[in-house]
Each structure stands twice: as structure tokens, then as C-alpha cells.
């Protein structure tokens, strides 16, 4: 199973939509260490990738729908074929 850089995926969006780390900090009342440790480690509260989603436009969970469809969808398959 692949793995999701989902803090390399946030960090893209913030650029994209020309926002600054200090106004997704100001929003999601983050001091700008906790937003380093996410980008450093990749970790965050499902509620705060929420938040994100809603603040950035741009639905994060997606990319986890997709890796969980592509193996269901090989589960699928493999039992099919014995």
C-alpha cells in the first residue's frame, strides 16, 4: 500500500491558492511549531485535516478514498480469480 505525504499535498495547496503557513496557522490556532511538526512528520488529528479541507477548498481525504478503493478493488479481484 502506498503511502499518503499528505503534509506535501497541504503545503502544495497553501502555495497554490497563494496563502502563507502564518494564515493557516492564524485559522486552524496553530502556533507555527505544531504546523512544522505536522510538515516534519506527516501526523495530524483527522479534525484538523478537516478544518484544512474546509479553510484550503481542497478535499484531503481523498487521496486516503482512493488508496482504500484501489485495494478493495485488489481484494476484489484476487478473490474473484481462485
Known sequence: MEKIQIEKLVHQQI?????????????????????YRFRDNGFIDVNDLLKMSFLLNHNFFQYFSDIFDNECNKMDT????K
Open 78 to 81: 484476487k478473490s474473484v480469480t
Open 15 to 35: 502555495k497554490d491558492e497563494g496563502r502563507s503557513i502564518t494564515w493557516l496557522c492564524d485559522k486552524m490556532r496553530w502556533q507555527r511549531q505544531k504546523y
